[in-house]
């Protein structure tokens, strides 16, 4: 049972952490405007494509993985 516990409570940082990323996330300076972010503007199509920041969140993402696992 202890697992389940710890699980969910990891579940809801993450949760509230992409919350605040999507509150926050206009008010990032630089995010989603990085070079290497796809941006397609015509009349009647918007295509975005955040290749970029994608990238960086993924390795924060995993860099934050990482130093969990090692303080276990």
């Known amino acids: 049972m202890s697992t389940l516990g710890r699980g969910l409570v990891v579940a809801g940082l ?4 992409v919350g ?3 509150t926050l996330g206009p008010s990032i300076p630089l995010f989603g405007r990085l070079p ?11 295509i975005y494509v955040p290749i970029t920041s994608c990238i960086l969140v993924s390795a924060a993402v995993s860099a934050a993985f990482w130093v969990f696992s090692k303080l276990r």
Request: charge should be positive; avoid cysteine; proline fraction near 6%.
């Open 14 to 17: 993450v949760l509230v952490a």
């Open 20 to 22: 605040l990323l999507l």
């Open 36 to 46: 290497g972010d796809l941006r397609i503007e015509r009349p009647g199509l918007r």
